[in-house]
């Protein structure tokens, strides 16, 4: 290994100079508009697996390309399915970027850009680790076999399609994401949870036109109003969700893991003051950890109805919509949860209201066994990396394919985040840490070795 990681702290620059032209290609997959950029960043991700002498395809999709990647098999040694994805989210609004998304910066020993942190950074890492391996020692302890996307963040639903049709192609004894974060900065973490995650986009109409208020308000049911009230009538005062059966299959913590949970050196007030809060709120009878990890949540992402313009306008809309989501935990199931929700909001529509509901992105939670060698391997690796355990947590967020990879190829899991909570997430000004991302490459590096020796 000494020879690896010296290897690896004599060519930093250049992995940086590298992840700099990955980030700026703006790889937005939501928009049309970058698709050729989305094409632009497979290409290029394929070009750097070439380089490092693997078999590699561009994948094309009904959507954006999926770049695969495979090694060698090795004889006795497991085989590790690395997924991450090249895809990145809008960057709107772009005047509140300090740089701008698509033009990498150094600030404060980040890297700052759209995607440097989610997830080309974090994917990146395990390419330069491998490399590494190739580089010093002409050969990898373990065969990789790398499967990046570009529709993570539209919830990759061609590569459910794909990971179905290719079960042979990707067997594999274990699966490393990258594409979540540390517990703290200094504090690395192992995930062994995911939220999973439904999103709506409800569509009210009343009239066939805007009306006037004073002339109209009053004898038709406002759109507006009606929106407001349905979507309030989803949860209640104790942050309870109104759906029906929508507990059913939540399976509730046991009280060991509440105590695992509190017993983690989290920080509420810090919490709280980074995002500018004065208090925390949420679920009755549950703690922060628990809610934000472990409980699943309502949340309304998007609300558009009448006039947005200056000063003020007396309309009765024609119409109102919102974007909304629940994020699951394991056991849920997204189908079942839409069926009750159409169920309750057609109870709740009013007289005089046509209502639309569409859903998307529609992926179950995980959670992954910590008792497993490949867990054991990856604490090791981390901690030689980053000089301190890691501990054990789970995410709010969503990898819709996780939880697809856990139960089509049969392989345990591991989610390995090397960023941190204030990294700006689909905010403006995400940013990576440059000793992170050296750090990962290096607990990368290690972990092929530690499961070379598992045997396959
Ligand atoms: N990498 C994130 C998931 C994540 C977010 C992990 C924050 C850790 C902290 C992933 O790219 C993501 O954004 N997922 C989406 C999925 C959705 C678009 C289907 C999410 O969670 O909203
Ligand atoms: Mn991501
Ligand atoms: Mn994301």
Redesign the pocket.
Known sequence: MSEINAWLEAHTGRFEEELCQLLRIPSISADAAHREDVARAASWTADQFRAMGLATEVIPTAGHPLVYAESDPVEGAPKVLVYG?YDV?PVEPLEAWISPPFEPTRREGNLHARGA???KG?MFTHLKSAEAWLKNEGRLPVQLKYLIEGE?????ENLHRFLQEQVERLSCDCVVVS???QFAPGQPAI?YG??G?C?YDLKLTGPNRDLHSGSFGGTVTNPAVALARMLAALIDDEGRIQVPGFYDDVVPLSEEERRQLADLPFDERHYLDEIGVDQAAGEKDFTTLERRWARPTYDICGLTSGHQGEGAKTVLPAEASAKF?F?LVPNQNPDKITGGLRAKLEELRPPGIRMELTS??G?PGMLAPLKSPYVQAAARAIEDAFGRAPVFIR??????VVAAFQKVLKADVLLL?W?Q?D?N??SPNEKFSLADFHRAIKASARLWGELGRLGG
């Open positions: 994805h989210q942190t989610d997830d974090q993570e963040e539209v919830g990759s594409d979540c974060a995930t995911l939220r995650i999103y989501s994020r998307s992105h992926s995410e709010g967020g969503s990898i819709p985040g960023g909570d990294d997430t689909h």
